[in-house]
């Protein structure tokens, strides 16, 4: 895969009585070092630009998006403290599917895990992640 690519993250939340969905296109940057893949991206917010990265690693993936850090690993519970208005939520993230399938152009990764925040139960949770080479800049 070209190190410029294009990602597309979908997100999509099932809740009780709806499911949101949330789809960001980005262009970014992939590489691999230490057996570990890399993406690297930015994305438009209203108040300024947000640094993300997303590491890859065997069988876990890594989320950071401004000063939020997110860990999914099948079978584990983790905890991560997600910045509000109203100061720190505690997140915690049980995830039980973990798909990650790589190819020569492209790269997916797709997790499902449910979420509880402050100890409660808010929903179950849908992340795929679509990585393809940016063809524009091979040009």
Avoid: W
């Avoid at 099932?14 to 262009?27: C, F, M, P, R, S």
């Avoid at 300024?48 to 099948?74: P, Y």
């Avoid at 039980?96 to 409660?120: C, Q, R």
């Avoid at 679509?130 to 091979?138: A, P």
Wanted: proline share 2%; charged share 30%.
């Amino acid at each position: 895969m070209n190190k410029d690519v294009i990602i597309t993250m979908e997100g999509i939340q099932h809740d009780v009585d709806e499911t949101e969905a949330l789809i960001e296109t980005v262009k970014g940057q992939y590489f691999k070092k230490n057996d570990s893949i890399y993406l690297l991206y930015q994305l438009p917010n209203k108040e300024a630009t947000l640094k993300g990265r997303i590491k890859i690693k065997g069988e876990t993936v890594e989320v950071i998006q401004g000063n939020s850090r997110l860990f999914f690993e099948v079978g584990k519970e983790t905890t991560s403290f997600y910045p509000s208005p109203m100061g720190e939520i505690l997140m915690e993230l049980d995830t039980n599917v973990l798909k990650i399938e790589e190819e020569e152009d492209s790269l997916l990764v797709e997790f499902k895990y449910h979420l509880k925040m402050n100890g409660m139960y808010i929903s179950r949770c849908t992340m795929k992640i679509v990585v393809v080479s940016d063809i524009e800049k091979e040009t």
